[in-house]
């Protein structure tokens, strides 16, 4: 059985990586055929108007889904809980069609809040794009949903392939069309959620039966609405935080808002993998865990899985960080993008990246609050990290230019993830015990040693003079990291890892069998 759960979380991992670099071969191309310039910086504006109309609504259903889903099945069963999938679908196909309505009414109005240092002649050239960008929003939401359903019903891969395509369409697009310009990249990503969409209907017909005449008014949407208007307003945020950033960059100088949305971009490729791994196998565990009162359990592989998330990323941001610019080198130095574009780009990834950290933990523990219903507390979170991004991201623009809005986008997700670790034990739920975070001091000694071995491993490497290129130098240093984590973990032979093992296998074994 040990061998089936190994199996399992190694092929979601593999999936998860192979997405990542597809996604890195596209935004090299993306780079070399486009570098950083007036064209991308507006197409980076324009693909933020969709994503800050849609994607906070669309995150909001789908992070209550599952668990909701889930209590479906184990209260009433898999018909209704099918009857319950079809309804946010009719539901979700009729907003999506209303905001792209609004979004192609209002576009103008809103790449002007987005991009009040463009001129006019760059906001038309990002309106004619975002003319094109909205109408992959009606597909993507749908295959998204279509896709957690089959996440739900122990199809892992189902959201991890979506990465993957979106990648393989975008990269032949850019091959063959890259000669007209940048509007080969805007029309081949609208093709690939077309694609996507017909794969993910090919998956989850195994295992879901959509009901075309379900109830949009039933009391069970009613239910999730209820519960989607704080989280709503919490994922508007975090996507007010993703471009209120760019924003600030069209003040400043020509290609600062691609230099910083290449390198968040970079940052985010590296939360989503750690992260999404250990997310996409616990979260429909835990989910069920939750509404059969094993409190316990519940509790112990929610704090384990924190664990392993932390363990995984103190060492990695500190490396990431340290090699920033060999990195972003590797990465994009090449075509169109010069060496200026390269120092730029590494600066404000240096600081990006150490969010990771926070912003890791940050996707497992939210969806504990979604899990018990509260809502209330991440709103207030991101309410926390939205304004001290803003705030703190003004006032350091004026001093360090883009790297300062890096520093503050660091800083409110640190403060907002500390808050919602230290109001996690303050939850009132009958169906769980006080306490629900539990560190010990041997965590924080761990991970204070974790994050000193990528810095002594750098400047060793900087005493020795090592000359073996970029590549070579920072494999060798990623290799000997990894090698001198794991037999630190293997050595302090951590309780909480070890008892993680039996309990995630006996956990993951009965889900699967079922």
Known sequence: ????????????????????????????????????????????????????????????????????????????????????????????????????????????????????????????????MCNILLLSFPLSSISLLLANISNANKKYYSVQIIPIISSVVVVIALFIFHQYGIFSLIYSTVFAFAIQLIVQIGIVKSHFKYTFKSNVFHPDIKAIFLLILPVFIGYTMDQINLVINSSFCTYLDVGNVSFYNYALRFQTTFISTISLAVVTILYPILSELFFKYENKQFNFLLNTGIQVISYTTVPISIFLSMNAESLIQIVYGRGQFSEYAVHATSAIFSILILSLIALSIRDLIIRIYFIHKNTKIPLISSLIFGLVNAGLGYYLMTILGAKGLAIAYFASSTIAVLYLMIMLNHINHSKVSDKILNFDKQFLFNNCILALLPIVIYYLFKQIHFHGGALLTVLIQFILLIIFVAVYLYYRRDTYMLQFVKLIRSKFNSYVQR
Do not use: C, W
């Open 1 to 128: 059985m040990s061998e089936r759960l190994a199996k399992n979380i190694i092929f979601v991992f593999i999936i998860i990586i192979g997405g990542k670099i597809l996604s890195f071969f596209r935004d090299i191309l993306v780079t070399y055929y486009f570098g950083a310039n007036a064209n991308t910086d507006s197409y980076f504006i324009a693909n933020s108007v969709p994503s800050i109309l849609y994607t906070a609504i669309l995150s909001s259903i789908l992070v209550l889904f599952i668990p909701l889903y889930k209590e479906a099945q184990v209260t009433k069963g898999n018909i209704e809980a099918d009857k319950y999938a079809s309804r946010v679908i009719n539901v979700l196909i009729i907003i999506s069609l209303l905001l792209t309505g609004f979004g192609l009414l209002f576009q103008n109005q809103i790449i002007s809040l987005l991009a009040p240092g463009y001129s006019e002649t760059q906001k038309a050239l990002t309106s004619h």
